[in-house]
């Protein structure tokens, strides 16, 4: 079997006509290269969740004029747009009805068909720049392989399914195409779409690497790696050029945005490389991440996530009845909360939930599973918090950690704490308004060459 590559573009290197040129370029240069995962275009899904989440049909028809207006941005560019014209009306067409229906509540089953048009039209665009690049690409609808459960909104893949729909359907295609699928969406066995939870074409990509028996998985956006911390906060960030798969998960559990949290578990069970670099600047090369790395330092970097809501709930039950936390998570899990971080003491736990976030469903109602939670406890709720994590080797003990960080710390006003439950992670909670000071100063100190 000849190597096989399955690169993802994320949302900005599929942007405009521009970018997936550049797209283009890559997948020219590298002939391995031949399954392509595309995210949508930057900002159509969030014009898409705005639709989901307004009743004002005026409203959700500025988010669809939005769309259109990337949409057709590309399209004008296309050497022969009345190729993929009829495709592009189709989804358009379907779309619009969906977003006129006045004064209506979504199902989460249409939420996620609505969320799902972003990867469907810039798949249909961006095998049409392939095929005028004379690269014989094939638009293939992912919901044919991507099986997933029914949990709308953030829908669990069946990997053994997927890998006997990929063998069946994807495969051959191999033999005579590229093919150009899309991420982020699946098909529950209804054949009704989900979606694999925000920033889920990373996943997707890792999840058809894997039933694929791809050897690299590549993820395109927009910056050259993965580094010691996200770029946009300070300048000091420095690439790192090779990962272990541990660290890199413990990375994109804590935040560092540029991977889904669940891209490295196909990847792990798999021992495929994965490699992260910049569609903009394919030479500047990027990350590594793989399972045998040679150097792995204590600290690694330092991952950020802002808008983190902490939960405190108190109830003298606590003492005595063991099923008390049992409840709790029952109740969060029934509304699709994951939970980030949890600290107790004997009649008080402390819960901190990423709201909005990736590790949580777009759609899940907060306040609803806080009423349930007052009906058995005291709960006083926090929001504006940031989760700051250092990532790293061996800090699960005081001897991992130096004293470089224990003084830095200690000069921060920090909510919470907890160190010792990870040997790759010490995470704490600070206001909003200071995360990047804090990211900064710690970085500085612990990266400073
Ligand atoms: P895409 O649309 O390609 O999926 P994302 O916006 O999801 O791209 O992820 C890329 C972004 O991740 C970068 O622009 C950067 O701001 C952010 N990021 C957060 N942490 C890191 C990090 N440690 N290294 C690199 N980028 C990071
Ligand atoms: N388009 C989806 C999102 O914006 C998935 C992705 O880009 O990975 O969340
Ligand atoms: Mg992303």
Request: glycine letters at 6%; proline letters at 3%.
């Amino acid at each position: 079997m000849p190597n096989l590559t399955v690169a993802k573009f994320g949302g900005s290197s599929v942007a405009d006509y521009a970018a997936m040129s550049r797209c283009a370029d890559i997948v020219l240069s590298q002939p391995d290269i031949r399954v392509i995962v595309v995210s949508a275009s930057s900002g159509v899904t969030n014009l898409l969740v705005d639709i989901t989440q307004v009743s004002s049909v005026e409203t959700r028809l500025l988010a669809l004029q939005g769309i259109e207006d990337i949409t057709f941005a590309v399209l004008d560019k296309l050497q022969h747009k009345e190729a993929v014209m009829p495709s592009i009306q189709a989804l358009l067409q379907r779309l619009t009805t969906l977003v006129k229906q006045d004064n209506y509540k979504f199902s989460p089953a249409e939420k996620d068909e609505i969320l799902s048009f972003g990867e469907r039209l810039s798949s249909v665009l961006f095998s049409q720049v392939l095929l005028e690049r004379n690269i014989a690409a094939y638009c293939f609808d992912v919901r044919q392989v991507m099986r997933t459960d029914s949990h709308f909104g953030k829908a669990e893949p069946d990997i053994k399914q997927i890998k006997t729909l990929c063998l069946e359907k994807l495969v051959p295609l191999l033999n005579h195409s590229v093919v150009v699928t899309q991420g982020f969406v699946g098909g529950n066995e209804l054949l009704q779409t989900t979606t694999l939870g925000r920033g889920g074409s990373d996943y997707s990509a890792a999840l058809l690497a894997e039933a694929l028996t791809a050897d690299v998985v590549q993820i395109w956006t927009d910056v050259v790696g993965i580094f010691t911390t996200d770029p946009r906060l300070t300048e000091q960030a420095r690439c790192i050029n090779e990962l272990s798969f541990d660290e890199a998960a413990e990375m994109a559990t804590f935040g560092a945005r540029v991977i889904h949290p669940a891209t490295l578990l196909p990847a792990i069970r798999q021992n495929i490389a994965v490699f992260v670099g910049s569609s903009r600047e394919p030479n500047l090369g990027g990350t590594w991440i793989a399972k045998d790395v040679e150097n792995r330092p204590a600290y690694r970097a330092i991952a950020l996530r802002k808008s983190q809501t902490l939960i405190t709930l108190k109830s003298p039950e606590m003492l005595h009845a063991a099923g008390f936390l049992t409840r709790v998570f029952d109740i969060l899990s029934r509304h699709d909360i994951s939970v980030d971080l949890v600290t107790t003491s004997e009649i008080s736990v402390a819960l901190t939930l990423d709201q909005g976030g990736m590790t949580t469903a777009f759609n899940c109602d907060i306040d609803l599973a806080l009423s349930e939670l007052e009906q058995f406890c005291d709960v006083s709720v926090e929001r504006g918090l940031s989760l700051i994590a250092v990532i790293g080797n061996h800090l699960h003990s005081n001897e991992g950690v130096s004293g470089e960080l224990f003084n830095t710390l200690e000069r921060i006003n920090m909510r919470l704490i907890c160190h010792g439950a990870s040997k790759h992670n010490l995470c704490f909670l600070v206001q909003d308004s200071e995360a990047v000071a804090v990211v900064k100063q710690l970085h500085n100190s612990l990266f400073a060459a």
